[in-house]
Nanobody, 126 residues
Framework: QVQLVESGGGLVQAGGSLRLSCSAS????????MGWFRQAPGKAREFVAVISLGGGATEYADSVKGRFTISRDNPKNTVYLQMNSPKPEDTAVYYC???????????????????WGKGTLVTVSS
């Protein structure tokens, strides 16, 4: 049974930093691209970042580019999202997702994901 478990969410001040983690089990982690998505209250789920199998390639939403960094540790079956200088508009439930599909990283969307975590809430105060 595949499980993706996010952690690290919470309350953070604007301009601070926060690191989210996602621990994966039940799948060959190094064979899956990993992504982060988020959903704010009343809004659709949106793409945040995605990382290639080995971690050498990444893509980001324009809204987080330069502030957030996605990384992965394959021996630990874990993917991270480092959130620097968060803004109140970054407040959302953040979801970790995994996909075995290939194709351009930049074209990855939530429709391409095979597995999802249950999410962790990030609240950014102004």
């Amino acid at each position: 049974q595949v499980q993706l478990v996010e952690s690290g969410g919470g309350l953070v001040q604007a301009g601070g930093s926060l690191r989210l983690s996602c621990s994966a089990s039940g799948l060959p982690f190094s064979s899956y691209r990993m992504g982060w998505f988020r959903q704010a209250p009343g809004k659709a789920r949106e793409f945040v970042a995605v990382i290639s199998l080995g971690g050498g390639a990444t893509e980001y939403a324009d809204s987080v580019k330069g502030r957030f960094t996605i990384s992965r540790d394959n021996p630990k079956n874990t993917v991270y999202l480092q959130m620097n200088s968060p803004k109140p508009e970054d407040t959302a439930v953040y979801y970790c997702a995994a996909t075995s599909r290939f194709g351009p990283l930049a074209a990855m969307s939530h429709y391409d994901m095979d597995y999802w975590g249950k999410g962790t809430l990030v609240t950014v105060s102004s």
